[in-house]
Structure formats: structure tokens, C-alpha cells
């Protein structure tokens, strides 16, 4: 064999063997392209849509702690709302005409009773340690000086207080599904950049299998031909194929 063609020989082998471990590198990784030289198109464009990939996550993420906290906040709310309905049930029994001004007085108890535990829940209710509610939402309900131990019982406090915290669920309701629904469509999105970002990046293992076996094939073939035209390289050969092995 010439020297030319043991060159050309060798420099088969050596791409051969190049290939082969290029694929087992993207065997090992589940991907195929791992560096710029494989596809810099490819790198560029899979780059830019995990970058995406992340935003949209990151914007689910975020929607979703909104969820949260306006969950907490409806729930404070229908607290609040069943107060509200146990203090109008109160102002209505103790305009029973029987009713004097002990059993008010009695009624005027619990009533005050329920519009401290309006006010704890209004004033102390926090997610991950943020108030769900403004300074002041008690007293802007308009009940802290409602009594029924006057000579007559004006409920209209009360109605006004309730239509206010009905409104604010409803509020927090039509907000939780707009947020959903921006969920919803987020997850989609992430899903769809995902699945073309696996287009791009992601190895196709029954293929790869398949280029495996034939490099594989190939090296040791071209190994073969060398070895019978000339000995003058069996050395690197063999440190070759042992790393196949």
C-alpha cells in the first residue's frame, strides 16, 4: 500500500471513529445536537425556545400563586359573609316586639361578638405573609357601630355591607378564571414549544441505533483493510478498538 492510501486509510478510521463517538454522545445525552458544530441553526433556534419555554412557565407560575391568593381571599369573604347573614338574622329577632332591652342586650353580645371576628378576619388574614386585604376594610363595610339596643333597628348598614362583600366574591371569582384560563393557555403553549424543541434537539434513538451499528461496522472494517495492507499503525488501532468495546 502507498503511502498515500495508508494516509487516506487512516484518515478513514479516524472519521469513522469520530462519528461513532459523536453518536454515542448523543445516545448518552437523548440529544442531538450538544454543541454548536453539530447544528448551529438548530442550537440557535432550540436556545430561543427554551428561553420561551421558561418565560411561559415562569407566567403559569406566577398565574397560578394569583390563583392562590385570591382563593384565600374568597375564602375570607364567605366568612366574612356568613357573619354578615348571622348579624342580620340577630337585627331581625330583636325587632320582635317581645324583645325587651335585656333580650337586646343579649343579641347586642353575639352581634358584637361576630363583628370582632369580621374585623380579625379583615385585618389578619395574610398569603405568604402579604395582607389579602386593604388597611381599613372594616371600617369600610360601615357595620362597626351597628347596634340593636336602640329604639329602632336601622338594617340598612347590614344590606349594604352584604351586597359589598358579594360583589368583592363575584370579583374574586371572574378573576380565578381569567386566570385559568391564562394558565390554561400557557401550559398549551409550553407544551407546543416543547414538542418542537424535541423536534429539533431530541435524538431519535432508533435511528441513532441504527448510525451506531453502522459506524461501528465501518471502523472496523476500514480497521480491517488497513491492517492487511500494513502494520504500521496496528498500535493506534487497537487502543481504538478497545475504547469501542
Known sequence: MTVNGLAGMQYGISKAYSSYNKYL?????????NSASDDAAGLAISSKMQAQISLSDQKATNALDSVSFSDVKEGALSGVAEGLRRMKTLASSASNSFYGADEKSAIQLEIDGLKSDISDIMDKTEFNGVKVF?????????????????????TDSLDSAINSV????????????SLRSSINYLNNSTYNLTSSMSRISDTDIS?????????KVMFQYKTAMQNNGSKLSSALTYGMLNMLK
Do not use: W, Y
Open 25 to 33: 454522545q448523543q445516545g448518552s445525552t437523548g440529544k442531538k445536537i
Open 166 to 177: 358579594s360583589l368583592q366574591r363575584a370579583k374574586e371569582g371572574a378573576t380565578t378564571n
Open 207 to 215: 435511528s441513532l441505533s441504527t448510525r451506531l451499528a453502522q459506524q
Open 134 to 154: 386593604e388597611d381599613g376594610a372594616f371600617e369600610n363595610l360601615g357595620i362597626k357601630d351597628f347596634s340593636v339596643t336602640g329604639d329602632s333597628i336601622d
